[in-house]
C-alpha cells in the first residue's frame, strides 16, 4: 500500500550517476525511440498513404507499439513505488507507462472511488483500484458490476492465493474481483526507551509475555506505564487503534455469515468497545484518529509508547517516525492472533485498457512482488508460495531493532481465524472507531450515549 503518488529524488554519488537514474534514462530512451520511429515510418510513408485519401498508418498498423499509460490508484502504503516496482515493470514493458493516485486515509479513498463507480463525480476511475479488505464484501456485492473478472486475466491462478483471501474476493456465481495484496496479522509496536523510562521490561520476548494471550493484560500494562510514564506520552495512540486489534482477534465480528450486520449482539465487538472504552477513560489512548496529520506528528514527536501494528503498519510508522525512530521502536507478539488490514486489487470496467491493467494487477501481486513488498514496506504477502519465500521467512527489520518480522507476523498468520465480513463492515467499523470512540476520548463523552450516536449514525448510513 503506497502512501505517496510522488517520485522520490533520487542522490547520485560524486562518480556518476545512479543506477536508478540510468534505468530512467534507458526507459525513457525506449519511449522517445518508439515515439520517433512512429514519426519516421509516418515520413517514410509520406508519398503514399499518410498523404492519401486512404487509411493513415498508426504506429500499430506499422508494427510499433502505442504508449499506454495505466493508473493505479491506491491508500495507505502499497509499498510498490518504494519496492521499485513501478520502476521495473516499466523497464520490461517499455509500451506502458505508470501512474500513481494515492490518498492515506482509507475510508476517504473509498468514499471518493464509489462516488467514481456511481457517477456522481465525473472524475474517472483508475485503471486499477485498491480494495480495503473491510470494503470488499461492498465491491463483490452491490458494486460487482462495476469490477472486471479476473479468472482468466494473464498471470491469474486463484489457487495462488491463501485460500480464504482469494474466497473474500469472489462473488456468489465464482467471478474473482480482486487479486489479494497483503494480509494484516496483528502485533504490538513499541517504543524500548519509552518502556524503559517507565520501568517496564524493554526485551520484546519479555514484552510479548507481559500481555500474552489475554488483551486485558495490554490494559493493565498501560496503567502501569502511565504510573511512570515519560512527560507527554501516552501508552497507546488511539482508542479506534485499540478497537480494531481486539475486534480483529474475534471470531465473531460486524456481520454474519450472511452479510447482515450484527454489531449491536456481536459479543467480539462489545468486548473491543469495553476494552477501548476502559482505556480511553484511564488515560491509557493518545485521543488520536490514525492515519491523520496529526497523527502523523505524534508519531515523529514520539507521543505515544505502542501502535498495535499489522504486519503493513511498520512500513507507516517507519516513514512518519523518520529516521530519529530507527532502532528505538521494536515489535512483540500481540496478546491475541488476529487480521487487521490487507487489500486487493481490482480492475474497473470503465478502465480503457482492462488487458493491461490485469497484466499489470496479476505481476504486481505475484509471490516474487509480494516478497519484494514485504522486504521494504513489510506487508505480509497473501500468496501462500511468497510466505515460504527465504526473503519473507528469514526477515528482520532493521528499523525495529532488527526484529524477526517474518518470523512474528508469519507465527500470527498462521493461527488467524477469519471472521466473516459483510458490505457494511467499513462504514460500522469507521463509525465507531472515529466518531464515537473518538468522542469519549477527546469530549469525554459518555459511552453509552456515544454508541447510541454511533448505531443511529450506521443505521443511516446502511439506509435502515
Not at 499509460?69 to 514493458?93: I, N
Not at 501512474?99 to 485503471?127: C, I
Not at 487489500?343 to 485498457?353: D, G, I, N, T, W
Not at 457494511?424 to 469519549?440: F, M, N, R, S, Y
Amino acid at each position: 500500500m503506497s502512501d505517496s503518488g510522488s517520485a522520490r529524488a533520487v542522490i547520485a554519488p560524486a562518480g556518476g550517476p545512479s543506477a536508478a537514474s540510468r534505468t530512467a534514462d534507458r526507459r525513457s530512451h525506449r519511449r522517445r525511440m518508439l515515439r520517433s520511429a512512429a514519426a519516421l515510418g509516418c515520413a517514410g510513408l509520406a508519398l503514399t498513404a499518410c498523404s492519401s485519401g486512404g487509411t493513415p498508418v498508426t504506429p500499430a498498423a506499422s508494427g510499433i507499439q502505442e504508449t499506454i499509460t495505466l493508473k493505479v490508484g491506491t491508500f495507505g502504503s502499497f509499498g510498490y513505488r518504494e519496492a521499485g516496482l513501478f520502476a521495473e515493470y516499466m523497464d520490461r514493458h517499455p509500451e506502458i507507462v505508470i501512474t500513481e493516485e494515492a490518498t492515506q486515509d482509507g475510508k476517504e479513498y473509498w468514499n471518493d472511488l464509489t462516488s467514481r463507480l456511481s457517477g456522481q463525480n465525473p472524475k474517472p476511475v483508475a485503471d486499477i483500484q485498491a480494495v480495503e479488505v473491510g470494503y470488499i464484501a461492498e465491491a463483490t456485492g452491490a458494486l460487482a458490476d462495476k469490477f472486471t473478472d479476473l479468472r482468466s486475466a494473464t498471470g491469474v491462478q486463484a489457487s495462488a492465493w491463501l485460500p480464504w483471501k482469494s474466497a473474500q474476493a469472489t462473488t456468489p456465481d465464482g467471478a474473482l474481483l480482486g487479486l489479494g495484496t497483503d494480509t494484516g496479522p496483528m502485533a504490538v509496536c513499541y517504543r524500548k526507551d519509552l518502556f524503559k523510562k517507565a520501568g517496564l521490561p524493554s526485551d520484546r520476548d519479555a514484552v510479548g509475555r507481559l500481555w500474552a494471550g489475554d488483551w486485558s493484560k495490554f490494559i493493565d500494562v498501560g496503567r502501569r506505564y502511565k504510573a511512570h510514564a515519560p512527560a507527554k506520552t501516552t501508552f497507546t495512540d488511539s482508542a479506534g487503534g485499540l478497537f480494531n486489534a481486539v475486534l480483529s482477534s474475534e471470531s465473531e465480528q460486524l456481520s454474519d455469515a450472511r452479510g447482515h450486520l450484527v454489531y449491536q449482539d456481536s459479543a467480539g465487538v462489545q468486548k473491543a468497545w469495553d476494552l477501548s472504552v476502559s482505556a480511553a477513560r484511564a488515560g491509557l489512548t493518545g485521543g488520536l484518529q490514525q492515519f491523520t496529520a496529526q497523527w502523523n506528528d505524534a508519531l515523529y514527536l514520539s507521543g505515544f509508547a505502542t501502535i498495535v501494528c499489522p504486519s503493513w503498519m511498520t512500513g507507516v510508522i517507519s516513514k512518519y517516525a523518520g529516521d530519529r525512530g530507527e532502532g528505538l521502536w521494536d515489535i512483540a507478539p500481540a496478546p491475541a492472533a488476529g487480521n487487521w488490514g490487507g487489500a486487493f486489487l481490482a480492475v474497473p470496467k470503465a478502465s480503457r485498457h482492462q488487458k493491461e491493467a490485469a497484466a499489470l494487477a496479476a505481476w504486481l501481486t505475484a509471490p516474487e512482488q509480494q516478497a519484494k513488498v514485504f522486504a521494504k514496506t513489510g506487508n505480509l504477502p497473501s500468496a501462500g508460495a511468497a510466505l515460504q519465500l527465504p526473503a519473507v521467512q528469514d526477515a528482520t527489520n532493521p528499523y525495529f531493532n532488527n526484529a524477526p518480522t517474518g518470523r512474528i507476523y508469519a507465527a500470527a498468520a498462521r493461527t488467524i481465524r477469519p471472521a466473516p465480513i459483510g458490505p457494511l463492515d467499513g462504514t460500522a467499523k469507521a463509525v465507531i472507531t472515529d466518531t464515537a470512540l473518538l468522542d469519549v476520548e477527546r469530549n469525554g463523552t459518555d459511552p453509552r450515549k456515544a454508541w447510541n450516536s454511533a448505531v443511529k449514525l450506521i443505521t443511516e448510513k446502511a439506509g435502515g
